[in-house]
């Protein structure tokens, strides 16, 4: 089945503590990127990817970090995680020349 | 100002109503218009796509651009409470789902 897996779901952590989000898609799509969701604001892109070490800033990209070593993958990494990027979080990957962007299930993030 | 604007409701309407949900936007090089659902707890999952002014129908989904008015709807006859769910305007420059601009969605219940 074609999908996008994020990991984890939920995560609950404290300020500063460092922390991953994995996203990986079987789809063998070139690109792949890294929403925030948050009430009021909708989604906004952090980074996104062209291709294998190929990132890019979106809309929103500080205090996050990304990397991709694999076309599969596609982590988020929080290296000093504040509050204020407590949200909603979407990975999505689309295909060269293509118009849809498939999206993973999301993770909560609450930093306290 | 957000590039897309898009009215957050909630929307309530009985089942069997025609819904009318709608989007503006500012930037004039969008030339990618579409519409993304997404149910509680879940990604968005791409509903319609349409490029440059036109209409575009999809059973009972119709799309429709206005670029001169920068004016984006999305038409849902016969509602059902399966409809009941967020629906997201996305707009972009380039033809592929790598770097879309959001609207804040629209959220509907479609009502027995």
């Known amino acids: 089945e074609a999908q996008v897996t994020q990991n984890p779901r939920y995560l609950i952590t404290v300020t500063g503590k460092k922390l991953t989000v994995t996203c990986s898609q079987n789809?063998?799509?070139?690109?792949m990127s890294w929403y925030r969701q948050d009430p009021g604001l909708g989604l906004r892109q952090i980074y996104y990817?062209?291709?294998?070490?190929?990132?890019d800033k979106g809309d929103v990209p500080e205090g996050y970090k990304v990397s991709r070593k694999e076309k599969r993958n596609f982590p988020l990494i929080l290296e000093s995680p504040s509050p204020n990027q407590t949200s909603l979080y979407f990975c999505?990957?689309?295909?060269?020349?293509?118009?849809?962007?498939?999206f993973g299930q999301g993770t909560r993030l609450t930093v306290v | 100002q957000k590039e897309v604007e898009q009215d957050p409701g909630p929307l309530s309407v009985p089942e069997g109503a025609i819904v009318s949900l709608n989007c503006t936007y500012s930037?004039?090089?969008?030339?990618?218009f579409m519409w993304y659902r997404q149910y509680s707890r879940k990604g968005p999952e791409l509903l319609m796509y349409?490029?440059?002014?036109g209409n575009k129908e999809d059973g009972r989904f119709t799309a429709q651009v206005d670029k001169s008015s920068k004016y984006i709807s999305l038409f849902i006859r016969d509602s059902q409470p399966s409809d009941s769910a967020t629906y997201l305007c996305?707009?972009?420059?380039?033809?592929?789902?790598?770097?879309?601009?959001f609207g804040t969605g629209t959220r509907l219940q479609v009502t027995l």
């Open positions: 789809m063998n799509h070139e690109y």
């Open positions: 990817s062209m291709n294998v070490e190929v990132t």
């Open positions: 999505a990957s689309s295909g060269q020349g293509k118009t849809e962007a498939f």
């Open positions: 930037n004039s090089a969008f030339q990618y």
């Open positions: 996305a707009a972009s420059n380039t033809g592929t789902a790598s770097k879309l601009t």
């Open positions: 349409t490029y440059s002014s």
